[in-house]
Nanobody, 123 residues
Framework: QVQLVESGGGLVQAGGSLRLSCAAS????????MGWFRQAPGKEREFVAV????????YYTDSVRGRCTISRDNAKNTVYLQMNSLKPEDTAVYYC????????????????WGQGTQVTVSS
């Protein structure tokens, strides 16, 4: 069993930055590819970014590519999402999730989810 706890959300002005963190319990963190997803009010959950088990490969949805960076520290059992040049449309609850699959952008393939952290970007 893996428990995930996100932190780092908050209120920021457009153009600002936030760094989200997701701390995982357990000793098998490096066995999971880790993803970030988000869900805005009235919208479906969407994929944001994924990082491979070793951290050597990453992939982003088009709307955040170039503005966000996903990284992980397997020694600290933590995955990060650095978000720069934030826009009001980035406002959402952000979730981290872990999958035993080597790679996935499909939330249905993720086994563990955090409780989410709110990111609000004001214009």
């Amino acid at each position: 069993q893996v428990q995930l706890v996100e932190s780092g959300g908050g209120l920021v002005q457009a153009g600002g930055s936030l760094r989200l963190s997701c701390a995982a319990s357990g000793r098998t963190f490096s066995s999971y590819a880790m993803g970030w997803f988000r869900q805005a009010p009235g919208k479906e959950r969407e994929f944001v970014a994924v990082i491979s088990r070793s951290g050597g490969s990453t992939y982003y949805t088009d709307s955040v590519r170039g503005r966000c960076t996903i990284s992980r520290d397997n020694a600290k059992n933590t995955v990060y999402l650095q978000m720069n040049s934030l826009k009001p449309e980035d406002t959402a609850v952000y979730y981290c999730a872990g999958t035993r699959n080597p790679w996935s952008t499909d939330g249905a393939e993720y086994d563990y989810w955090g409780q989410g952290t709110q990111v609000t970007v004001s214009s």
